[in-house]
């Protein structure tokens, strides 16, 4: 019986750890990308740490300077920013071959209760 967990563990974690992987750190130097780059800011304009930033696919958190970088085919995309006590807001982003698209995103703090 324990085997068998052990063996299914496996088969489960290690596709998942492997999607996880690659949802989380696209890869920028593929042929045909562009890059986007998200900037996250309270509506001070001070940049905000730990923003979680969606794209369809790919989830990234933002780091000291409030950014959250990925590699993307060319197209239209619809960019998710979120935060614990701020408002969530979702933005649009077209992403050109070779080029590096920049989106600025501003949250708002929520009311305390």
């Known amino acids: 019986m324990l085997r068998r967990l052990a063996v ?3 088969l ?7 999607l ?3 949802n989380d750190t696209p890869t920028m130097n593929r042929p045909g990308k562009g890059i986007l780059d998200v900037v996250v800011s ?7 740490k730990g923003v979680t930033v969606s794209v369809p696919g790919y989830r990234s958190t ?8 990925f590699g993307l085919l060319p197209g239209r995309y619809a960019v998710l920013a979120k935060k614990d006590g701020y408002r969530g807001k979702r933005v649009n982003a077209g992403i050109t071959p070779g080029k590096t698209t ?4 501003a949250l708002q703090k929520l009311p305390s209760k």
């Not at 489960?12 to 492997?18: D, K, Q, R, S, T």
């Not at 309270?42 to 905000?48: C, V």
Request: proline content about 6%; glycine content about 12%.
């Open 8 to 10: 299914l563990a496996f």
């Open 12 to 18: 489960v974690l290690i596709p998942a750890m492997a």
């Open 20 to 22: 996880s992987a690659q």
């Open 42 to 48: 309270d509506q001070d304009g001070k940049p905000l």
């Open 62 to 69: 933002t780091g000291v300077g409030g950014t959250a970088r």
């Open 102 to 105: 920049t989106t600025r995103i």
